[in-house]
């Protein structure tokens, strides 16, 4: 497995388990929805940071060469 793939399964696993924890305490509603609602905004500005992250990479394999040898 790729790394990538291990951090979205745990990601899954971490977010159910908070939310199965949620559900055993009577929490009232409007504190559930906030959660909800932050959850909702985090993954949105995730969402966000890695298209930009996407847009603005440059590719990193070209290399310069100079058009003149160096003889020591």
């Known amino acids: 497995m ?4 291990i951090f979205a399964i745990s ?8 939310f199965g ?3 055993v305490f ?3 509603e409007s504190m559930t929805q ?3 609602s932050d959850i909702i905004l985090g993954a ?5 940071y890695l ?3 996407m847009l603005s990479n440059t590719s990193k394999t070209r290399t310069y060469y100079p058009s ?5």
């Open 34 to 36: 906030w959660v909800i």
């Open 44 to 48: 949105i500005l995730y969402i966000n």
């Open 21 to 23: 924890i949620l559900s």
């Open 51 to 53: 298209v930009i992250v």
């Open 26 to 28: 009577d929490l009232p």
């Open 2 to 5: 790729k790394t990538s793939q």
């Open 11 to 18: 990601a899954v696993v971490i977010t159910a388990t908070f």
């Open 68 to 72: 003149k040898k160096v003889i020591a």
